[in-house]
């Protein structure tokens, strides 16, 4: 049996051959496209050439890109698990044509590759081509067709035409599209579950059939989408292939399912193992599954530099991972385990991807800690979701509204296939619609919230030719001319230039500022972002004014000499302060993200634990060392595999082409990097930590300073220090024991103070007691008071309960601004099934607000301050409603 390492190795041979280079996959995770979560296709990497953006020094290209659809358009999450052959996690094999070849060689490889070399059955082989589009004044994809007919021996009636739907690709609204030409193949009878049940008759394109199955997409990009949605020529015509690997994988051993080959049974394997349970049909079989799937997606992201979170991709792997996780409970598994499984897939993916093993620890510590919060959470949202339950069978209804679903989605983390499950044990219905309808709007509001400098605006050309070159490693000024220009949605004016010496935004480092002048104008430049392989110019009048309209001419093109130079002190700081951490804490550090600014540098790094005091004086110690040998940097070029094979460190998740650029101090600090930097350690002078926190799991931050800017800082430290000597009255030596006797005794004040007002309460509670009124049988008080702190509310509440035989007392007090309620419940109420979380919910919504807590005592906090004194009047009114419920 052929293996998957083989069929990759031999996808990629096979087009070498034919004169493609082989292309790196690019990071899962997009360091250039703000349109997108995940690199989900393996065009994804070449998108600037489609859009006449950037180009490359070859025209044909093949690589395996790793690819993730689980957001977006391109989202088969649900439907993992579910069948034998969706996934969220794949590689694309790919191959590619810029303006070289077309659609006859792409048909005729493909061909030449699925059934000459690896010997599918042509008889099984089906072929479907466009069939047009009269709307658009498009015809058939005739020329495929012919094709197909021509060099294969494909019949006619396997030459199928389909619409615009199935067979013409685009990238988006407008711009580079065209149609395309899918391979599909016949796995035979008895292989697609709802054709052998009768329920519909199996046939390419059939949703729902498992038995025809596409194999290789062939895209032939030949028209452009105008913003009017006409389609005209391009002048290049490109070829654009995907197949996925798992699938072809499983055809070629002769597997029944994509998770059945030996891409996954390895993983499958060790969930056995972890579980003491064997895959199997109903929903253990699709638990595997799912584990399996995600685990995969979870660990290439993660590589990548994505972590979970509560937004944008970090929050599609948050809940992908709860996903997994609460499959994991199908199995069994009530404690964290699929971080577990990450060496397994190490050892089936590491190879093709080393990431995966290099970033193995950091991949387990990051997945074992979402586990952890998950298994927390899950107590929470089950509250939750026994409280929707309650409520809606208490009205008589079986249906769990779409509102609590998407509140549990969005807030818990709980997957939607979690509470449907839980709602049919409930024999509940789940409002699916409402569900989507939110998720709609939610999505809606991420799309209008992105916005990035390359739109789809037309540039102004002035002058036809090159453009972008960079010289500003060596200089500070150039002359130059402006080559296009265009405004953006602020009116601000974007320049691109011939030559430029400002550095765009790119690695974490700023983008530079200064001027642009001449032909009697002058430009403010406040920030410089790369759009391909643009160099843009973000442009002001001078102090913020309107910019005046371009000129023609011969212009001078001056970079902020004193900004510039603070930010190369910080982003050669930058690398030798990674090379100290990997020297204190440990060679797993790596780079998570960082800015470079003229005023600061922020760092971003891998590690666990909080480093102490002690650790965080050796990283600047060394740092300040490396300053003070002041090293000679040694920048130069060089393979990208030479580079990685002698030591050199690069960013996981950066995309890096075949030649990088290596910046060496000394002995200490060896980095890829396309930055800007000192000539000699010494410039940066000093560098100083000013803080470190924790950012997200497995991730934290240190702010530094250096130059001029870290000498202020250590300046106005003395400073301080010594007003506090001053105050304290003791030396240096003394002040923290001193501190610290002025704090234990101010503490033993504050508890005097609390014991005081305690007992003050307590007379409180005695006189407020009296205005207590019988509600439905039961002493009820609602009571407007002052309180500074929720303290102050609790310590009264617990007056009232102690001081009232039975009853129910609630107080509303306005906190720094904020309205804040408190409900007591007194025992004997509580073991007739009172609760206070209730009451305090049904009076807090009349004030626009929420609450919770246990039986006895719950508090809530209310948006619209001004009608909480209405609400506790309202009150009995609520508790009498909702006393003759509980006593039904």
Sequence with gaps: MISAKSIRKEFIGFFEEKGHKFVRSSPVVPQDDPTLLFTNAGMNQFKDIFLAKGSRDYT?????????????????????????????????????????????????????LLVEKWGLDGNRMYATVFAGNEKEGVGPDEEAENIWLEI?????????????????????????????????????????????????????????????????????????????????????????????????????????????????????????????????????????????????SLAFAIADGALPSNEGRGYVLRRMLRRAARFGKVLGMEEPFIHRLVPRLAEVMGEAFPEIVAQQDHIMRVVRA???????????????????????????????????????????????????????ERRMKVDMEGFESLMEEQRAKGRAAGSHIADDSAWNVLNKGAHSEFVGYDALQAHTRIMAHRRDAEGRLLLVLERTPFYAESGGQVGDRGVIKGQGAAWDVVDVQKDGDRIVHICTGEKGTEAPEPATGELEALVDEETRNRTTLNHTATHLMQSAL???????????????????????????????????????????????RNNKLNIFQSGYDEAIASGVVALFGEKYGDRVRVVEAGDFSRELCGGCHVRATGEIGI??????????????????????????????????????????????????????????????????????????????????????????????????????????????????????????????????????????????????????????????????????????????????????????????????????????
């Design 687 to 888: 560098f100083r930590i000013i803080s470190e926190s924790s950012i997200a799991a497995g991730v934290r931050r240190i702010v530094a300073l250096t130059g001029e800017t870290a000498e202020n800082n250590l300046r106005e430290a003395s400073r301080v220090l010594g007003r506090i000597r001053e105050h304290l009255n003791a030396p240096v030596e003394e002040l923290v024991a001193r501190l610290e006797q002025v704090l234990d005794e101010r503490r033993g004040l504050e508890r005097e103070i609390k014991s005081l007002k305690k007992g003050s309460r307590g007379d409180d509670a005695e006189s407020m007691l009296k205005k207590a009124a019988e509600v439905a049988g039961v002493m009820m008080l609602a009571e407007m008071i002052e309180a500074e702190s929720m303290d102050d509310l609790r310590n009264l509440a617990d007056a009232l309960r102690q001081k009232m035989k039975s009853g129910i007392a609630l107080i509303g007090s306005v906190i720094n601004g904020k309205a804040s309620l408190l409900c007591a419940v007194s025992e004997d109420l509580v073991r007739e099934k009172v609760k206070a979380g209730e009451i305090i919910n049904l009076v807090a919504q009349l004030a626009g607000g929420r609450g919770g807590g246990p039986p006895h005592m719950a508090t809530a906090g209310a948006r619209e301050t001004e009608k909480l004194p209405s609400a506790l009047q309202q009150a009995p009114q609520v508790i009498t409603e909702y006393l003759s419920q509980v006593r039904r």
């Design 370 to 424: 979402e586990e952890e919060s998950f298994l927390q959470t899950l107590d929470r949202g089950l509250e939750i979701f026994e409280r929707v339950v309650t409520g809606q069978q208490e009205k008589g209804s079986d249906m769990v509204p779409g509102e609590d679903v998407f509140r549990l989605y969005d807030t818990y983390g709980f997957p939607v296939d979690l509470t449907r499950l839980m709602a049919e």
């Design 60 to 112: 044909r290209a093949v690589n395996s890109q790793k690819c993730i659809r689980a957001s977006g358009k391109h989202n088969d999450l649900e439907d993992v698990g579910r069948d034998n052959y969706h996934h969220t996690f794949f590689e694309m094999l790919g191959n590619w044509s810029f303006g070289d070849y077309f659609k006859r060689e792409a048909i005729q490889w493909a061909w030449e």
């Design 582 to 628: 990997r020297k204190v804490l440990g060679d797993h550090v790596k780079q998570s993200g960082s800015i470079v600014h003229p005023d600061y540098l922020r760092f971003d790094y891998t590690h666990f634990e909080r480093p102490d005091e002690k650790q965080l004086e050796e990283v600047e110690r060394l740092v300040n060392r490396e300053i003070r």
């Design 152 to 296: 294969t021996p494909l019949p006619p009636e396997r030459v199928l035409r389909f619409g615009k739907k199935d067979n013409f690709w685009e990238m988006g609204d407008t711009g580079p599209c065209g149609p395309c030409s899918e391979m599909h193949y016949d796995l035979g009878e008895g292989t697609c579950p709802l054709g052998d049940a009768g329920e519909h008759e199996c046939a390419v394109n059939q949703d729902g059939c498992w038995r025809f199955i596409e194999l290789w997409n062939l895209v032939f990009i030949q028209y452009n989408r105008l913003p009017d949605s006409s389609l005209e020529p391009l002048p290049s015509k490109h070829v654009d292939t995907g197949m996925g690997l798992e699938r072809v994988v499983r055809v070629l051993q002769g597997k029944g399912s994509n998770y059945d080959s030996d891409l996954f049974i390895p993983v499958l394997e060790n969930i056995a193992e972890l579980s003491g349970r064997q895959d199997g049909p109903g929903e253990v079989g699709v638990a595997f599954r799912v584990i399996a799937d995600h685990l995969r």
